[in-house]
């Protein structure tokens, strides 16, 4: 529930308040480092970092305007223009948000460092998805991408897995705003770097791309005596596209979620668990799928409590997480079709 919490929550904030800012200044840009493409040949690939941010220890007073939906939590938010690193006028193959501590080690649960939610939007661009609303989440301009500690590690693409499929979200002049909702588990303070990670074609290459999420309505059903299975709202397609990638997010306990379109499976993401029961990893679909104006969208996704057991808790820390902490969504990017 929590990523889906929180993007009721912003997008109801929005409304109210565009200019929501949080704890307010903008991280800078500490570093770039050129890596080695992984999708296409022709491609860039950076790193950018940005920081420090200091965290206060967990106990400690946070400072004041941010807005955090953890009692630990440190909420900001921070915007990059092509000021702060950012291409212009370029295609966005893959993007992937991680942090850092000041030592360089990945910042991680097991180091006490917990990203609660960190959603991305492209303020340059009024959002435009062409499915209609799941009642559930939503926004006003363009969702780039998203992380949580319960979605894993995880990297958004804007083309077909295999980085073939001529489209990528284009960057104009982009604006890419940054919230963030983060704890710091550690007794003293630490400070983390935001690293944001492009891959990149130069020049507006290729069909337009966006992302977005799809969520069921409210809590998903669970049953301690089989699969309980929760099945969205119908959606409507409202212009052509396809969707390129997608990739179900569900929790511990979870076993499938399943996209359809007028009625019929077109996609299933199955989780990998742990030994410890954590998921891994959820599967990809392998296939574009066509998006027809007119069509119906839904999706549904099982719970089986016989199979996997819920988490006490999915943020390391112990101390939020219940077992009504279920979500069904897909994250999903789609080229457009039209003009
Ligand atoms: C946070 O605490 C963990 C566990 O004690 C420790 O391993 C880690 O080095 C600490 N990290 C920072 C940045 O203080
Ligand atoms: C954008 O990129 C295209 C292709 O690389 C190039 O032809 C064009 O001049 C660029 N436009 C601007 C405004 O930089």
Redesign the pocket.
């Known amino acids: 529930m929590k990523l889906q919490a929180a993007l009721l929550l912003l997008s109801a904030i929005a409304e109210c308040r565009p200019q929501f800012g949080g704890a307010g200044s903008s991280l800078p840009l500490a570093s770039k480092k050129e890596l080695k493409p992984k999708l296409r040949d022709n491609a860039k690939r950076v790193m950018l970092s940005y920081g420090p941010l200091l965290m206060p220890g967990v106990d400690e007073k946070k400072p004041g305007g941010g807005f955090s939906m953890d009692r630990k939590g440190l909420g900001g938010s921070t915007t990059f223009t092509s000021k702060t690193g950012l291409c212009?006028?370029?295609t966005v193959l893959l993007t992937r948000i991680s942090f850092h501590n000041e030592d360089g080690s990945p910042a991680k649960p097991s180091n006490g460092f917990y990203v609660h939610h960190l959603l991305a939007y492209d303020n340059s661009k009024a959002a435009r998805v062409p499915i209609s609303s799941d009642g559930a989440t939503g926004s006003a301009t363009q969702a780039f991408t998203d992380r949580g500690e319960d979605s894993g590690d995880t990297e958004t693409i804007f083309t077909t897995p295999d980085g073939k499929y001529n489209s990528g979200f284009h960057f104009r002049t982009p604006s890419l705003g940054i919230q963030y909702d983060l704890v710091n588990y550690n007794k003293t303070s630490r400070r983390v770097y935001l690293d944001l990670e492009l891959e990149y074609?130069?020049?507006?290459?290729g069909k337009d791309a966006g992302h977005v999420m799809k969520s069921v309505q409210g809590t998903p059903k669970v049953s301690k005596s089989g699969a309980a299975t929760t099945t969205s709202k119908t959606m409507t397609v409202t212009e052509d596209a396809t969707i390129v990638w997608a990739r179900g997010h569900i929790h511990a306990g979870g076993t499938e979620v399943v996209m359809t379109l007028n009625g019929k499976d077109v996609c299933t993401s199955r989780p990998t668990y742990n030994g410890a029961g954590v998921i891994t990893e959820m599967s990809i679909c392998p296939e574009p799928i066509g998006l027809k104006k007119g069509d119906s969208f839904a999706l549904r996704g099982s719970y089986d409590l016989t199979k996997h057991d819920l988490r006490e808790s999915t943020d390391g820390g112990g101390h939020m997480g219940t077992a009504s902490d279920t979500m069904v969504m897909w994250a999903l990017s789609y080229a457009f079709e039209g003009k």
């Open positions: 212009s006028n370029c074609l130069d020049g507006l290459i």
